[in-house]
């Protein structure tokens, strides 16, 4: 069972705005910044958010990240037949010093 | 180009052991704390161990602490991970990444290897 949880799903048609959300503690996401990926399985994940709220280069801006309390969500604008994808969050947890991953939401494109 | 290739992955029985590596290229690879992730069939990402630039600080999930361990050779730009009384719930995909900074808290995975499959099986 992960220390983040995510709905296991979402989905929109193209063009639609689709949010995930991922839900955590004090510990983590309450005091450290929240990471999201981005994964086709048999690929390497890719990152998409780092540090709460900003894309690493070459991340479109359909894409984007926030925060309050211990709660964190992934916003996905625009949505294209490309976003289909595994989504996961990710923080560094204070008492289990390591991080910990949420349990990943499929984004299915209509 | 920052890349990360693992390899070392197998069937292997439980019980057993397997050593994962991982080759690094295209960074400074002793600026950088590096770990690996994992993904079994059918479930999601799963952190497996950290280690610093330098090789002397390590952690661990508690699904494989004192099972696994993880070390480096800044000297050859290698990452490794020895695993010992493996169970049937380590059959995974291991990937190795590479993290933005020297530590751990507030820093990302910006690089990531295709991973190694790990079947652990009799």
């Known amino acids: 069972q992960s220390v983040l949880t995510q709905p296991p799903s979402a989905s929109g048609t193209p063009g639609q705005r689709v949010t995930v959300s991922c839900s955590g503690s004090s510990s983590n996401i309450g005091s450290n910044p929240v990471n999201w990926y981005q994964h086709l399985p048999g690929t390497a994940p890719k990152p998409l958010i780092f540090k709460t709220n900003q894309r690493p280069s070459g991340v479109p801006d359909r894409f984007s990240g926030s925060k309050s309390g211990t709660s964190a969500s992934l916003a996905i604008s625009g949505l294209q037949s490309e976003d289909e994808a595994d989504y996961y969050c990710a923080a560094w947890d204070d008492s289990l010093t390591g991080y910990v991953f949420g349990s990943g939401t499929k984004v299915t494109v209509l | 180009d920052v890349q990360v290739v693992e390899s070392g992955g197998g069937l292997v029985q439980p019980g057993g052991s397997l050593r994962l590596s991982c080759a690094a290229s295209?960074?400074?690879?002793?600026?950088?704390?590096m770990s690996w992730v994992r993904q079994a069939p059918g479930k999601g990402l799963e952190w497996v161990s950290v280690?610093?630039?330098?090789?002397?600080?390590?952690y661990y999930a508690d699904s494989v602490k004192g099972r696994f361990t993880i070390s480096r050779d800044n000297s050859r730009n290698t990452l490794s991970l020895q695993m010992n009384s493996l169970r049937a719930e380590d059959t995974a995909v291991y990937h190795c990444?590479?993290?933005?900074?020297?530590?751990?808290?507030?820093?990302?995975?910006?690089?990531w290897g295709p991973g190694t499959l790990v079947t652990v099986s009799s």
């Open positions: 280690v610093s630039r330098f090789g002397g600080l390590a």
């Open positions: 295209g960074f400074v690879y002793g600026n950088y704390a």
């Open positions: 990444a590479k993290h933005t900074g020297s530590t751990w808290g507030d820093n990302w995975f910006d690089s």
